[in-house]
């Protein structure tokens, strides 16, 4: 089998991968974005993580630059806590990004890469936040329980380590599932499931994504299971608050989660000693609690096929693997996300790349594809093309350095009926060039798309959500579909900055009909901030953000942005001008922290 340079190049060990990394300094990384060829989309946040490894007065969420694209809320909520990033040099736990939420009621608990599991295994990179008040105000809860809590380095064989990725769903209903055993276990509804890269303990390859763990959780009074500490921003008028966690007015309730279960098993990871998991994505189907896990196989060879594994015991069993997708040779596919719609059938929506001359040759093609079940996740159909799409360059300031950023699809995560959408985003650089191929750089310009089917997955129609021109960076849309039928898409795009492409925001829109039209979209975010900032991992921004709906209804959002500490970003132009062959100094105070609001001003859909 010939493969691509980018296909060819998963087989490299991550560990030495990992301390080659350790020697370099990503946070002194210029203005200039950094220039590599095209080495393909293989690693998300969490995996590029592991693979690279690491390098008073406010109130939570109160805005550093009050006013600013203030839209009445008085600003956007810390769901980390920023105050616990330490000051430069320091760079451990220096980023909190690739976002994904779930809610019950009240109770929300969100999901983000935590670069501080680099440097101890109790907290993980799989890191998470709660609140028991709508979102209001936020408890960093550091990371999932690992089962050896060592504090040790994320290399050391002999424990446990979370590599992040998170992806989390909750069970609404109360169930009562009958274990092989025959044993009887009531689950009560708001059972929340936290699916994650994990490496178990023992795993031969130190630093090396094992396989995919899922824990289970459950709003409880209980005592907390970390070092928990309020999200606010305190340590800017107060600097001994640098590093201190703020304990004074933790809730007497909080998620309490479960030891992680492994959810594909070592001796179906092990058909070749390298081969690894990523890009996995949790599903559950409310009517009966079956969950569905996705992700890619990343084969020492370079094959990418798609898999699944189910759990209809709340998460203490798996299934097998069954195939999504082979292994094809001149194809990478990659960004799973599965739903189930109102017939029961299962619909997986992935990236699939192209590369001409059977594999060895430039990419040819790029396309968002469906494969889809309905014997509950055995097999699959043969793919089908939602549209074939452009890739875009990394937006400026992302430190992956690779020639485009991933168009990972967000599936709706729960159909209404038979209607199933997809947001993703469509490049502006025309992909015929040349003979056919990628021949040029390509343009950090996209639209924001979302493509609607109304006969179960089997058609689908694009169209465009942004209602700007499209000039500038577009990434990392979700979408949700609320009681009402109202559809609403989320993402980041730098309209704001058509000059230099830099500054970055939070904007949504809303579809009264079904996807077929969106209203005025509007901004989200009441400060703009930039990717330029401090971060031990890459990429700092990870490879994804997330939506969920707060009771069925209002559109809630999560991100991550450079925001803290407050300061003033330096342009690509500074004054005075720069020696000739340096650049512009970037702002490395900040670094990377999760957000969250509930959107507002979406009362204008068609």
């Known amino acids: 089998m010939t493969l691509p340079p980018c296909l060819r190049q998963r087989g490299l060990p991550l560990l030495a991968a990992a301390l080659l990394f350790l020697t370099s300094s990503m946070w002194s990384q210029t203005l200039e974005d950094l220039k590599s060829p095209d080495t393909g989309e293989g690693l998300s946040s969490g995996a590029e993580m592991a693979h690279f490894g690491p390098a008073a007065g406010d109130t939570a969420g109160g805005n550093p630059q009050p006013g ?3 839209h009445g809320r008085g600003g956007n909520t810390f769901v980390n806590d920023p105050c616990l990033d330490p000051p430069p040099p320091s760079r451990a736990r220096t980023v909190q990004s690739e976002t994904e939420i779930a809610a019950f009621g009240k109770y929300l608990v969100l999901g983000y890469n935590d670069s501080y599991g680099f440097y101890d295994n109790t907290q993980g990179l799989s890191g998470y936040s709660y609140s028991v008040n709508g979102g209001n105000t936020w408890i960093d809860g550091s990371g999932l329980p690992p089962l050896v809590k060592s504090h040790s380095f994320f290399t050391d064989p002999t424990s446990d380590h979370y590599f992040g990725d998170p992806v989390l769903v909750v069970d609404q209903s109360a169930r009562t599932f009958v ?8 689950q009560p509804a708001g059972t929340f499931y936290y699916s994650s890269l994990y490496s178990p303990p023992g795993n031969p390859a130190p630093g090396a994504i094992g396989t995919v763990a899922v824990n289970r959780g459950q709003f409880q009074t209980a005592p907390p299971q970390n070092i928990e500490s309020v999200s606010n921003t305190r340590c800017v008028n107060d600097p001994s608050q640098q590093g201190v966690p703020d304990t004074k007015n933790l809730p007497s309730e909080r998620i309490v989660w479960e030891p992680p279960v492994v959810a594909v098993t070592a001796g179906v990871v092990g058909n070749q000693a390298s081969d690894f998991l990523d890009k996995e994505w949790l599903a559950i189907n409310q009517a009966n609690g079956e969950l569905y896990l996705s992700y890619v196989r990343f084969g ?6 798609l898999e699944m594994v189910r759990s209809k015991d709340g998460g203490r069993t798996w299934t097998p693997p069954s195939v999504i997708v082979p292994n094809l040779n001149d194809t990478f596919n ?4 599965p739903t189930i719609t109102g017939t029961g059938r299962i619909v997986v929506t992935y990236l699939a790349r192209t590369f001409a001359a059977n594999g060895s040759g430039p990419e040819s093609d790029n396309r968002i594809e469906v494969a889809i079940s309905d014997d509950d996740g055995n097999t699959f159909s043969s793919p089908i093309v939602v549209e074939h799409v452009n890739a875009q360059g990394e937006p ?8 485009s950023i991933l168009n990972a699809p967000y599936i709706t995560p729960q159909a209404h009926g038979t209607d199933v959408y997809i947001t993703y985003f469509n490049g502006k650089t025309p992909f015929q060039q040349g003979n056919g191929f990628y021949t040029g750089p390509l343009g950090k310009q996209a639209d924001i798309i979302l493509a609607s089917s109304h006969d179960n997955g089997t058609t689908w129609t694009p169209v465009k959500v942004n209602d700007d021109d499209g000039l500038t960076s577009h990434v990392f849309s979700s979408a949700q579909v609320n009681k009402n039928n ?26 009264h009909d079904g996807g077929a039209t969106f209203g005025h979209n509007v901004e989200q975010t009441d400060v703009s901030t930039t990717w330029r900032a401090r971060a031990d991992a890459a990429p700092n921004f990870g490879d994804y953000n997330s939506s969920e709906l707060l009771n069925d209804n209002q559109f809630m959002m999560s991100w991550a942005d450079a925001r803290f500490p407050p300061g003033t970003y330096i342009p690509p132009t500074c004054n005075p001008k720069p020696a000739p062959g340096q650049q512009c100094p970037p702002r490395l105070s900040v670094t990377p922290d999760t957000m969250f609001t509930i959107a507002n001003g979406l009362g204008t859909g068609k």
């Open 300 to 305: 020492t060879d370079g094959s990418t096929p």
């Open 396 to 403: 400026n300031g992302y430190n992956r350095g690779r020639r």
């Open 68 to 70: 600013y694209h203030d």
């Open 486 to 511: 109202w559809v609403f898409v989320g993402w980041t795009d730098r309209r704001v900055d058509p000059t230099f492409n830099e500054f970055t925001d939070e904007w949504a829109a809303v579809s």
């Open 179 to 186: 274990l092989a055993d025959g044993t009887t276990v009531n």
């Open 334 to 337: 990659t960004g799973t996300q």
